[in-house]
């Protein structure tokens, strides 16, 4: 198994930006998802983005699509979400999620597939 370390959250006024990363520690496969989710108080965990380990390929939420951008450094064993154009309603705790499932034509969206995860970073936006 991975264990997952976030960083990067903050406070920033809305427009601003901010980078998240995510260190994992351990052996990454081919056949690794990676992934950021999102939970603000009173609400469920929201899908974020999503990485495939092999070919950096990704699937984003409509929420971020045009602001959120995820990458990955195969060479660091480290996921990061690029964060433009905050807004208000993105503040959350950040979390980073992975999983070894495979891959099977569609990303995987649902937190329940994923099986390790950070500790959470708190992203605050401003108005």
């Known amino acids: 198994q991975v264990q997952l370390v976030e960083s990067g959250g903050g406070l920033v006024q809305a427009g601003g930006s901010l980078r998240l990363s995510c260190a994992a520690s351990?052996?990454?496969?081919?056949?690794?998802?990676m992934a950021w989710f999102r939970q603000a108080p009173g609400k469920e965990r929201e899908f974020v983005a999503a990485i495939r380990w092999s070919d950096g390929s990704s699937h984003d939420a409509d929420s971020g699509k045009g602001r959120f951008t995820i990458s990955r450094d195969n060479a660091k064993n480290t996921v990061y979400l690029q964060m433009n154009s905050l807004k208000p309603e993105d503040t959350a705790v950040y979390y980073c999620?992975?999983?070894?499932?495979?891959?099977?034509?569609?990303?995987?969206?649902?937190?329940?597939?994923?099986?390790?995860w950070g500790q959470g970073t708190q992203v605050t936006v401003s108005s």
């Open positions: 999620a992975a999983n070894n499932r495979g891959y099977s034509g569609l990303y995987y969206v649902s937190a329940s597939l994923y099986d390790q």
């Open positions: 351990g052996r990454i496969f081919s056949s690794y998802t």
